[in-house]
């Protein structure tokens, strides 16, 4: 049996997508329910994915499949009083294909490209971003705190997309986990037996430090950036 706001959500995707074939972004779904955060809008979704109402589209972002309703519910498509215009299908062909072209990568929280800060904690949140911004693996994103990366064209406020991994090549920009507490973004170097996490700010100097110290946990594949 569905709870209320499973039933209100379910309803509210199937009503969107009669009408565009494209599934309402989380920020709708948050609003039209209601909710505080985007995060309750996943657990719904995952709670209906379980029961059988929803299909999740592999590899693709806001790409649902409404699988059924709940008993007492019309499954008839409602119908518009007015068939689009012509170019109106084709605008709106295009933005399912966009759309279907995102990937959602779950966001970590920040991530210190200056001092290190304390370790991440997943923070519930998501980011779409274009598929061809990323390769094989498993990719998650960051918010850039700090500005030690700049001259790699890495600045505050950033959000860097990584892809997760225990090992890089030197030269390679990484997230390091250090003493198991601190986590930082830096260009991974090895040398005499030690490995250093360089900065690319002439203003900060290399760090030096036992191979033991230093937990690898992802290397970055591509960078977002918004302007205000």
Do not use: C, W
Not at 80 to 107: C, R
């Amino acid at each position: 049996m569905l709870t209320k706001k499973q039933k209100d959500l379910l309803l509210f995707i199937h009503d969107r997508m009669s009408h565009g074939d494209i599934a309402p972004s989380f920020d709708e779904m948050k609003d039209a329910l209601d909710l505080k955060s985007k995060s309750g809008i996943h657990r719904l979704i995952t709670g209906l994915v379980e029961r059988g109402y929803l299909e999740r589209l592999p590899n693709r972002a806001r790409a649902l499949e409404v699988k059924r309703l709940p008993e007492g519910s019309t499954n008839s498509t409602p119908t518009l009083s007015k068939s689009p215009p012509h170019n109106d299908l084709g605008i709106m062909k295009q933005v399912h294909q966009a759309v279907s072209e995102l990937l959602t990568l779950p966001f970590l929280g920040k991530i210190a490209a200056g001092t290190p800060i304390e370790a991440i904690r997943h923070e519930g949140e998501h980011v779409d971003i274009p598929q061809n911004l990323v390769g094989s693996g498993e990719h998650y994103a960051l918010r850039v705190d700090g500005d030690s990366m700049i001259k790699a064209g890495i600045q505050d406020g950033d959000t860097v997309i990584i892809r997760k991994a225990d090992q890089a090549r030197d030269g390679k920009i990484i997230v390091a986990l250090v003493d198991g507490m601190e986590v930082t973004l830096k260009r991974l170097r090895r040398e005499g037996g030690k490995v250093i996490l360089e900065p690319e700010n002439d203003a900060y100097k290399p760090r030096i430090l036992n191979p033991d110290r230093v937990q690898i946990q992802g290397e970055l594949v591509s960078l977002l950036r918004t302007y205000h």
